[in-house]
């Protein structure tokens, strides 16, 4: 049988795609909501209040961009993790950002002309963690989770977007910055 060709499958791909990740939101709001249920029935008197962690991350090394300038810069994802015990986690945010097209336009606010996966526009920085961050955090509270104790990277500015979210009011829990030690 001869493999299929590389435009058949991303055809498909491009097919199932959305409903991937529609699958993937909905499993991480069902997770965040047996979450507080949990917490609820533990007697917690904040529910939503959690011990998270955050990581950004590209799809591909920084010295790769040493043979193909701005490789590294095309795709990145920020996750935030729910520490459940030491060695068990569990993921209830994701959001992923990249620049993944052939034809993009170089004007900041021109859309692009092409179908691609592209969700920035090529003057956007895709190495902007309190930008992707907020936007995690802020998609956690509207299902009620807050970044009660936030374990980043030393360089990470995910637990200023936290910081900042319960300083304009937009979450009620203060956030508390830990750092992960593994990056030291």
């Known amino acids: 049988m001869p493999a299929p060709s590389s435009q058949g499958l991303q ?16 499993d991480m709001k069902a997770r965040r909501k047996q979450l507080i249920a949990i917490n609820t029935l533990r007697g917690r008197k904040n529910p939503g209040s959690e ?43 994701v959001v992923c950002k990249n620049k993944l097209c052939s034809v993009h336009p170089i004007k900041s606010g021109e859309k692009c002309t092409s179908a691609c996966s592209s969700n920035l526009t090529f003057m956007k920085s895709i190495g902007d963690e309190y930008t992707w961050a907020k936007e995690a955090l802020q998609d956690l509270a509207s299902d009620g989770i807050e970044a009660k104790h936030l374990t980043t990277d030393p360089d990470s500015s995910a637990y200023r977007a936290a910081d900042d979210l319960y300083l304009e009011n937009t979450t009620s829990t203060e956030p508390e910055h830990f750092l992960d030690t593994r990056h030291f």
């Open 11 to 26: 055809k498909r791909a491009n097919k199932v795609l959305p409903e991937i990740v529609n699958i993937n939101k909905k």
């Open 51 to 93: 011990r998270l962690q955050a990581d950004g991350a590209y799809n591909n090394a920084i010295y790769s961009a040493l043979e193909k300038p701005h490789s590294s810069l095309l795709h990145k994802w920020c996750t935030l993790l729910q520490k459940l015990k030491q060695k068990i986690k569990s993921i209830i945010g």
